[in-house]
């Protein structure tokens, strides 16, 4: 007898899930068939408020009509062209409209498929920039702890959530972390940006000391840290890591996954929070999570180290098969055309208060230990069951699923980045619902 599966449209059992309970989710299956705009549409019809922005990258809202006509329109025309060597006239159009908006000195872009493929691009951009820059011994790179960069064996090496490193072994050689920015007892319910804690960032100054800064190639961290439950960096910690790179030789990257394109009311973190990394990690709302891709912004200096040697070689070894793929940049064109013609990329900074207000009002809500904002980002954090971590979170991530709400779970941090389409009714409906959800997970 063979063990191959009946192909059955209801059957749930070959698809494994990517972190996912999956024998939880197959005995309660939540299934999305539709979106528009702010809500999804159950397989059973029921209509859910996204609160969370799918996963922090529908930042337009779903169903949206120009990126829906460029897709297709594209299909019909130019499905695929080869990445390597080849090009095709939408790749350079959309390079050009994203170094147009990125901060001031970043003029190329590296395409990739996702966050994860950027980082790990972004780290390799790194070591070949001091490589061949004379500087080859520069090889340890540093992140910080509870960051996370995706999922690739580079990204997880930087990245500080042990649940998503315990399993894979070594990892990278020569990789360090800094120490985390959450610092509850002085900052829980802050309001935006945290006052105590930046100076947690000279840290980096002994992990310098440590391994002597010339054989560090750089340094990554998220602006805001996002999956590990949203850590809102303190008042002048990304300054300071940007003076200590500077004075070190080191490359600062920020990973602008989920920061890039509007959640905090500028283009890019990097523009709210007035820092200016030398590489620029970028996924997600790029094409409003409609077709995968990434990019990675990179400074004209490091750029143009690579441009040496015989015109005829490739300058630096690295892409994927679908580095600038015609569909993607289609994508992507209409996602920047739309958040053009609506001011998304500014919106949430309109939005912001109204959205910190009514977050805040839970504060009274039981088990609510800290709630933090910034952007159209906000968190609240639980506290956990007494020795069953994760447990209460996952209960409010369901009970607000069957409630009409989707919100982002991690461990017992509720997390919220919602479509920056969102009006004022909406985040009182989210709110309303969340209210409920914590009343009932008591
Ligand atoms: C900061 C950051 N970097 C990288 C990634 C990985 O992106 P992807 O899932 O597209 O590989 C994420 C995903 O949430 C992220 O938040």
Redesign the pocket.
């Known amino acids: 007898m063979s063990d191959r599966l009946e192909p059955a449209p209801n059957d749930l059992r070959a698809f494994w899930m990517p972190f996912t309970a999956n024998r939880q989710f197959k005995k309660q299956p939540r299934m999305f068939a539709a979106a528009k705009d702010m809500h999804y549409t159950t397989t059973e019809g029921r209509k859910v408020l996204d609160g969370t922005s799918g996963?922090?990258?529908c930042n337009a809202g779903h169903g949206r009509p120009l990126i829906t006509e460029a897709i297709q329109k594209q299909a019909a025309e130019l499905d695929y062209a080869p990445a390597f060597q080849i090009g095709h006239p939408k790749a350079f159009e959309l390079a050009n409209r994203l170094v147009d908006l990125a901060p001031d000195g970043m003029d190329h872009v590296f395409f990739t498929?996702?966050?994860?493929?950027?980082?790990d691009t972004a780290l390799k951009i790194a070591l070949t920039y001091h490589r061949v820059n004379g500087q080859g011994e520069r090889t340890r790179l540093i992140g910080r702890e509870r960051?996370?960069?995706?999922?690739?064996f580079g990204?997880i090496s930087v990245g500080g959530i042990s649940g998503n490193r315990k399993m894979f072994g070594s990892m990278l050689n020569g990789v360090d972390h800094m120490p985390h920015t959450h610092f509850p007892e002085q900052n829980a319910f802050t309001r935006g940006v945290p006052e105590h804690g930046g100076d947690i960032a000279d840290e980096l100054e002994k992990i310098c000391a440590l391994h002597d800064p010339s054989t560090i190639a750089a340094v990554i961290v998220?602006p805001v840290?996002?999956?590990t439950g949203v850590l809102i960096p303190p008042t002048g910690y990304l300054q300071r890591l940007r003076k200590i790179c500077d004075k070190h030789g080191i490359i600062l990257i920020f990973?602008?996954?989920?920061?890039g394109f509007g959640r905090l009311g500028e283009n890019f973190g990097a523009d709210y929070f007035g820092v200016t990394p030398d590489l620029m990690?970028t996924?997600?709302g790029l094409t409003n999570g409609v077709i995968?891709m990434?990019a990675v912004f990179v400074k004209k200096e490091i750029h143009d180290a690579f441009m040496n040697g015989p015109e005829h070689l490739i300058e630096f070894f690295h892409g994927y098969t679908y580095s600038g793929n015609p569909m993607a940049c289609a994508a992507a064109l209409g996602t920047l055309d739309t958040y053009a013609e609506e001011g998304l990329l500014t919106r949430a900074a309109d939005m912001a208060s109204y959205w910190e207000d009514a977050l805040h009002d839970l504060k009274d809500c039981p088990n609510v230990i800290d709630i933090r904002n910034v952007g159209l980002i906000g968190a609240i954090e639980l506290s956990p069951v007494e020795g069953e971590p994760a447990k209460r979170g996952f209960e409010a991530f369901v009970k607000a699923f069957d409630m009409g709400c989707l919100i982002r779970i991690t461990a017992d941090t509720i997390a919220l980045s919602p479509p920056l389409i969102i009006e004022k009714n909406h985040i009182d409906e989210l709110m309303g619902c969340l209210r409920k959800v914590l009343n009932e997970v008591a």
Do not use: Q
């Open positions: 996963l922090w990258c498929n996702s966050g994860s493929e950027s980082v960051g996370y960069h995706g999922v690739n990204g998220e840290a996002g999956s990973d602008e996954v989920i920061t990690t996924a997600k995968p990434g």
